[in-house]
Structure formats: C-alpha cells, structure tokens
Nanobody, 126 residues
Framework: QVQLVESGGGSVQAGGSLRLSCAVF????????MGWFRQAPGKEREGVAA????????SVADSVKGRFSISRDNAKNTLYLQMNSLKPEDTAMYYC???????????????????WGQGTQVTVSS
C-alpha cells in the first residue's frame, strides 16, 4: 500500500517562504514520476511541479517558475517543494502525487496521478 504524507504547510505573509515535504511509504521515489499539484476552492487542480527521478528532470508551472523548486532525497524517500516569494494566489491545498505516466510533467502529475496524499494547506495573506 503506497502512502504519501505531506507536511510543512501553514500561513505566511506575501513574500514569505515555505518548504513542503512528502514522505513516501510502501514505495521508493527512485525511478518514478513524482510531483505536486494544488487546488483552491472553486478552482481546477493545477500541476505545480514534477520530477522524473529516473532522469532527474524537472517541470514547473509557469505560474510558479522562478519561485518554486522541486527536489527529492532518495535516502529519506522524501519529496520537497521549496516555495519562495509566495503570493496570495498561491493559497491552496497542496498535494504530493505519483504518476505512472510519462513524460513526467507538472501537468501529467495533476491530471494522471496514481497516488496522492491527504494534502497540506498553504495560506498566503497580503
């Protein structure tokens, strides 16, 4: 049973930073398509970032490019999302996800996730 557990969300002011973590159980992140998507109330799911751990390639949404970065620690079997220069429009529930579909992009992770976690809330105030 694969389980993804997110943590690190919270409330920050605009311009602040947060680092989300996703601990993966029942599977190894090595060699897989992993990523983050978010969803705000009344809005569609948006793929934020993805990493193909087999090739170490990353994909980031235009809306967060230059502010967010995705990384992983194979030894800890953990995925991260570093979020800098946060804006109020970044407010959403953030989910860690794994997809079995390639190419591994932020759009694929959002639309064709096989597993995802329970989410962690990020709230950015102006």
């Amino acid at each position: 049973q694969v389980q993804l557990v997110e943590s690190g969300g919270g409330s920050v002011q605009a311009g602040g930073s947060l680092r989300l973590s996703c601990a993966v159980f029942g599977n190894t992140i090595g060699g897989h398509c992993m990523g983050w998507f978010r969803q705000a109330p009344g809005k569609e799911r948006e793929g934020v970032a993805a990493i193909d751990t087999a090739y170490d390639s990353t994909s980031v949404a235009d809306s967060v490019k230059g502010r967010f970065s995705i990384s992983r620690d194979n030894a800890k079997n953990t995925l991260y999302l570093q979020m800098n220069s946060l804006k109020p429009e970044d407010t959403a529930m953030y989910y860690c996800a794994e997809s079995f579909t390639r190419p591994c992009t932020n759009i694929i992770v959002a639309s064709l996730a096989k597993y995802w976690g329970q989410g962690t809330q990020v709230t950015v105030s102006s």
